[in-house]
């Protein structure tokens, strides 16, 4: 059943646009990959469909419903929560209070949301009273993905959890995006890391804007294309 | 010399309203908002009009005002915050979805200031006004001197601060303007409703301006010209605190109110040493400005800034 | 008749300059100049204070030709904006505007207290109009229009000379994006320099022109509506960027404050006085709707209201 649909979207900053004619599909369930050298637009892929970007053209879709220039307002109520990689806490508000802000959208008391985020990265459970801007940059994406989390979403928008994370910390972060995964939500990843397309079973490749491959992940991998995206160069 | 200080934080805490109120128009709406010295005349002016159509009800002891002008400030309060969400729908609104730069919003709330400044011409006239009647200060020891109205105005001022701060810390919408202040985008992002974000900013900025302006008025008089008067000051506040901390353009506001009057008091007493003719008391905002200037040398993103 | 158009042509003219030297900063060089009044008060004080006759009450005096009067008024403008250069020119847009107001504001409480220098609020009386003496009032309004219009003209291919060139496509880069540009900081910090300090020094010009046209200066003058809002509006109406269009802004606006006062002076005395004020706010009405339905004004470039990517 598929639950984003994404067609032909073209998509930029002022007058240029970034993505060309972009179409790609994820089923409920799906835990799937964009992959890519940098500037090829997977970040401003993601922020097409969360609608922080207006698109110039194309289409989306979710759950069947057209969301094409929907503000993230509407979207986050429609379950889609996005995750951006960089800037993605409140620094100057707790953690609490970084959660809370996840649940602006949503009516009555959402403290089991809480304890369910705590239960998936429990080193947030003591410092919930923190600074957010104060903690280090892993414990930062755990309460970004954490706060990610708080509406119960149908479909993540995850970009690039892992980057700027220790290799310790990353193993363990690409282990909790499974651990989401499986608890039901469907995740769209941006993966710089070979480790992270791995846990994907399908991917899509872009370069300069566009659609270039797409597939399961291991044919993907024996691709040239791929092979020198993560060992060539 | 502690007259001076106490003159100071007095001064101070009436720039601190319209400080906080530009520090959160600068960092939520990211503008300077140049009509803000010509919002505050015209909550004065406001209030002025109710309690003049108010019948008297008598003053609180000691005080030259009575209930009739804590319902005034009520009154101005609202009808401030009603003309600021009109000028933001009709014309802030509107340049910000198109993109418009800093500068231009800045340029748009110019045009806002002088339509206000016209507005309270045609309607009260050039001439002073006054609230109440004229007190005597009680003295007190240090050579201190203070009016009991002067009471009211710091613990009113001290007042509203807390309040503001309590609404931005407890409430999901103040939480929220938090969370805007800190990453625009991000609050989009998470679903906050950014309409709302810029409404309270709006509302309790102007508010805030509003009591500034009745607080000076009470003060010193009211008069036209006197919201552009206090604008260098409370710019200045802002800028050197840091745009976007409210317990930081507290403090800005009293360093300058502190230090206006304090400055002007000792280099008058200097010129007057060296047998020099000058008013100090004239060049009150010009000291201000000669502090910006040096606490920006030194460190450009203010001193509670972050730098972004 | 003719001599109120005569008036309207050389006020118009005087604006057209300060338009121009606007422009610059502006429109070319994105400098948010908040304090045109300021170089106008040193301008239009140096210049009279050079040429009007020696009086007890303040200095100067010096009974100089109209020429020395002008010169002094470029000199001494520019010195104001070499020296500010250094602490404001650093400062970021908005906060650069509150500077330049905070500047104009304390040279006029300097213009207002100072009365060794200025004579204070009485302000500087008698100040010559070139070759007055020789020609008679009505000749030497012409010759006034003349040189009004002279230096409008001069200013002008300056500035369009100016922005064609290597420095122009220098002072392109600073406003369009300073962290793209490719130059150092050192030369961006001296294009902006050159800028501000050029435009100012035509600032000052402009006000010595008014001062030598109305032969009278105060500190009310230059009113923060009359020197620096009114001058944005201008430019913003005719389109920042395009030298032509803010000259004729310049034309459109100071006609539209004519009219106005002609209006205004048929109307019964009582109304008078309320009606200045009417005036102000039809001109903040008019720059709001300026900016909100053609923001490039009359001859401006689309760009500078472009979507702003960096917004998303």
New interface residues.
């Given amino acids: 059943m598929s639950l984003l649909n994404v067609n032909n979207l073209s998509a930029?900053?002022?007058?240029v646009d970034v993505l060309h004619g972009i179409s790609l599909d994820i089923d409920e369930g799906e835990l799937v990959a964009t992959i890519g050298p940098n500037g090829a637009g997977k970040s401003t892929l993601l922020?097409s469909i969360?609608g922080?970007?207006k698109p110039d053209e194309g289409r989306l879709e979710l759950g069947g419903t057209d969301i094409t220039g929907s503000?993230?307002?509407d979207t986050?109520?429609m379950g889609m929560s996005?995750v951006?990689q960089d800037?993605?806490?409140?620094?100057?508000?707790t953690v609490r209070?970084n959660l809370?802000?996840?649940a602006?959208?949503l009516e009555g008391d959402f403290q089991d949301r809480i304890d369910e985020i705590c239960t998936i990265f429990p080193q947030l459970r003591e410092r919930m009273g923190q600074k957010a801007g104060t903690m280090s940059g892993g414990q930062q994406q755990m309460v970004a993905v954490g706060?990610g989390l708080l509406?119960k979403p149908k479909l993540l928008l995850l970009d690039e959890p892992t980057a700027g994370l220790q290799p310790s910390l990353v193993k363990m972060m690409l282990s909790k995006v499974e651990e989401i995964n499986d608890r039901g939500v469907t995740v769209l990843l941006v993966a710089q890391t070979i480790d992270a397309l791995r846990l994907a079973n399908r991917a899509y490749l872009l370069s300069a804007g566009e659609m270039v491959l797409s597939g399961e992940t291991e044919e993907l991998l024996d691709t040239d294309r791929v092979q020198d995206l993560y060992f060539g160069g | 010399m502690a007259d001076l200080f106490v003159n100071g934080i007095i001064l101070g805490s009436i720039i601190t309203l319209g400080a906080i109120g530009v520090t959160l128009i600068a960092d939520i709406l990211n503008f300077f908002n140049f009509a803000h010295g010509d919002m505050l005349s015209f909550g004065a002016y406001l209030a002025l009009f109710f309690v003049g159509a108010m019948p008297s009800w008598g003053n609180f002891p000691g005080l030259s005002f009575g209930p009739q002008m804590i319902l005034a400030i009520v009154f101005s309060m609202v009808i401030m915050s009603g003309f600021a969400l009109f000028f933001d729908k009709v014309l802030f609104k509107p340049l910000r979805e198109r993109g418009s730069s800093e500068l231009f919003l800045a340029l748009s709330s110019l045009g806002v200031a002088f339509i206000l400044r016209s507005i309270i011409r045609l309607v009260w006239g050039p001439q002073a006004q006054y609230y109440g009647g004229l007190q005597m200060a009680n003295r007190y020891p240090l050579g201190i001197t203070i009016k009991p109205d002067e009471f009211f105005i710091v613990g009113t001022a001290l007042f509203l601060v807390i309040t503001v701060y309590l609404f931005l810390k407890r409430t999901k919408i103040g939480k929220a303007m938090r969370a805007a202040s800190d990453n625009e985008t991000l609050a989009r992002v998470t679903g906050i409703n950014t309409e709302s974000v810029v409404n309270w900013t709006w509302i309790i900025a102007v508010s805030l301006t509003a009591a500034s302006g009745i607080l000076y008025g009470i003060q010193v008089q009211i008069r036209p010209i006197m919201g552009w008067n206090i604008l260098i000051p409370i710019f200045v506040a802002v800028v050197v605190a840091g745009v976007g901390d409210v317990w930081g353009a507290m403090v800005g506001a009293m360093i300058i109110g502190v230090a206006q009057e304090m400055l002007t008091g000792v280099l008058q007493n200097l010129f007057n040493a060296l047998n020099l003719d000058v008013l100090m008391t004239a060049y009150k905002p010009a000291i201000a400005f000669v502090l910006m200037v040096i606490v920006l040398l030194f460190r450009p993103q203010g001193i509670f800034g972050t730098g972004e | 008749m003719l001599s109120y158009f005569i008036s309207y042509l050389i006020m118009a003219s005087t604006y057209g300059i300060a338009a121009l030297a606007l422009n610059l900063q502006w429109g070319f060089t994105g400098l948010m100049n908040f304090g045109i009044g300021a170089f106008y008060f040193v301008g239009a004080y140096t210049s009279a204070l050079l040429t009007t006759s020696a009086s007890p009450d303040y200095v100067g005096g010096f009974g100089l030709p109209f020429i020395v009067g002008l010169l002094g008024a470029v000199v001494l403008s520019g010195l104001l904006a070499y020296v500010l250069a250094f602490p404001a020119l650093r400062l970021r847009g908005g906060f650069f505007a509150i500077s330049m107001l905070a500047i104009s504001e304390t040279i006029r409480l300097i213009v207002k207290n100072e009365k060794w220098l200025t004579n204070g609020v009485w302000g500087i009386r008698g100040i010559p109009q070139p070759l007055r003496n020789l020609v008679g009032a009505d000749l030497s309004e012409w010759i006034y229009l003349g040189i009004a219009a002279a230096l409008l003209f001069i200013f002008y291919r300056l500035s369009e000379v100016g922005v064609r060139s290597p420095w122009g496509r220098m002072l392109n880069a600073v406003r369009e994006d300073e962290k793209m540009a490719e130059m150092s900081g050192k030369d961006s910090w001296n294009v902006k320099m050159q800028s501000f300090v050029f435009g100012s020094m035509i600032m000052g010009v402009s006000g010595a022109l008014y001062a030598h046209y109305i032969g009278f200066i105060s500190p009310s003058s230059f009113t923060p509506l009359m020197s620096t809002f009114i001058v944005w509006l201008m430019i913003l109406l005719g389109g920042t960027g395009s030298n032509k269009g803010v000259i004729l802004g310049a034309f459109v606006v100071w006609g539209v404050w004519i009219g106005s006062e002609f209006l205004i002076g048929v109307l019964p005395s009582g109304i008078t006085s309320k009606a200045g004020f009417v005036r102000m706010l039809l001109m903040g009405i008019l720059l709001d709707a300026i900016l909100l339905i053609r923001p490039q004004g009359l001859f401006g470039r689309e760009k500078v209201i472009s979507k702003l990517g960096s917004k998303e």
Avoid: A, K
Avoid at chain 1, 12 to 15: A, N, P, R
Avoid at chain 1, 87 to 93: A, G, K, R, V, Y
């Fill in positions: 930029g900053y002022g007058e922020r969360s922080v970007i503000e993230p307002e986050i109520r996005y951006p800037e993605n806490i409140f620094p100057s508000l209070e809370e802000m996840g602006f959208t706060r509406i």
